[in-house]
């Protein structure tokens, strides 16, 4: 029973400050775009994957 005394207002404390850091985040843009990541992902553009120098390797292979 002298536990309760402890770890309620613990878990409360817990709670608040949760929500605090939820709401931070969300004040500051953090869940703005979540599509637009996850879209650029599926992107196919090669052009900024080609590192590979043309006149060192002739045959295009990484």
């Known amino acids: 029973m002298e ?3 402890l770890l309620v207002p613990l878990s409360v404390l817990m ?6 850091v939820f709401f931070n985040a969300a ?7 979540l ?5 650029r992902v599926l992107q196919d553009d090669d052009s900024a ?3 590979s ?3 060192k390797d002739p045959s295009g292979k990484f």
């Open 35 to 39: 599509v637009g990541p996850a879209l």
């Open 53 to 55: 120098d043309p006149e």
């Open 15 to 20: 709670v608040f400050v949760a929500l605090w």
């Open 27 to 33: 004040d500051d843009g953090q869940f703005d775009d």
């Open 3 to 5: 536990a309760l005394f």
């Open 49 to 51: 994957a080609n590192i």
